[in-house]
């Protein structure tokens, strides 16, 4: 069946590194499919793929900005923006609004008399 | 205050008198101008307080609030696209007239910058800077996702920093020359 065309056509893989040194390891694999060894096999495998991925990386230039800031800064950002909100927040309800809540409040229960 | 005192409404009552300095503080870092903040404000208890059948007890009453109000000044932005876009082009050439001392940010540079950000990374900010919301609770209130949201921080912490010119040159090399630049765009732009 297979197993008398499949090897040396199937080792086209390991060719490139590993199987000068290691036939007696690669040979296995592509014969049975299977097993131990093919497991053991697939762990040790070069990976291949490495060298091309890396290749396709985008240059690191292009992440500059917010590595460049300055951490004191964003500190003193963060502080003026929290002073902005909290000059407003620290400030008493404006009658305005009290004399809304209790005009809905009102007409809630004249509503709710009828 | 001596007011009549409902049962039913009381709590209501109070929890949302506690709540409006948080949210006059939302609005005005939203809009830059307090009388606009407090009609904000306004707009936002009515609809509260008329749909409050769609408030699930035990949520977050603040952070609905804060839903409720940055719903209504978004849409009134889009009403009123021109005329922001306008307003934002005087402040982004007044602060090109009067560029920030090195190491030391003005309060009123830091207003007009803050003001010159794009709403939505502007309220992203505020949100997660100053009113102590998470990331998530950010996203929700904002109707967007949690990286929409980091990712506006990150772009308005750049930009203000951008804007406001301190990042110092000895420390940075050639790319604070180019923050400079941006910034200057900025308001060459604005005031075009």
Redesign the interface.
Known sequence: MSEKNSSPPRLTAPAESGESERPDLARPRAQQGGRGEATFMHNRKPNQQQGKSEQRLPSPRYS???G???RS??A???R???????????????D???R???E???T??RE?DR | ?S??S?I??QPL?QS??GL???L???A??LCGD?ER??DL??ET??KA?NHLDSFQEGTNLRAWLFTILRNTYFSECRRRRREVEDHDGTKAAELAVHPAQQGH?D?QD??RA?NVLPPDQREA??LV???GFSYEEAASISGCAVGTIKSRV?RA??R??AL?G???AH??GP?SATEAIVARTVGVRGAT
């Open positions: 500059v900005p917010h460049m800031l300055d800064l964003q003193q950002l963060g003026q923006l929290r002073a902005i909100y909290s000059d407003v927040a620290e400030e008493p309800v404006p305005r609004f009290i809304l809540l209790e809905l409040e009102a809630e229960k709710e | 205050m007011s009549g409902n039913a409404s009552k949302l008198l409006i300095p948080n006059r503080a939302f005005v870092s307090i903040a407090d404000v306004q208890l009515l307080w940010i309060m830091f207003r803050l900010l505020v800077g100053a009113a990150n912490r750049a203000l920093s406001l301190v990042v110092t420390e940075f790319d």
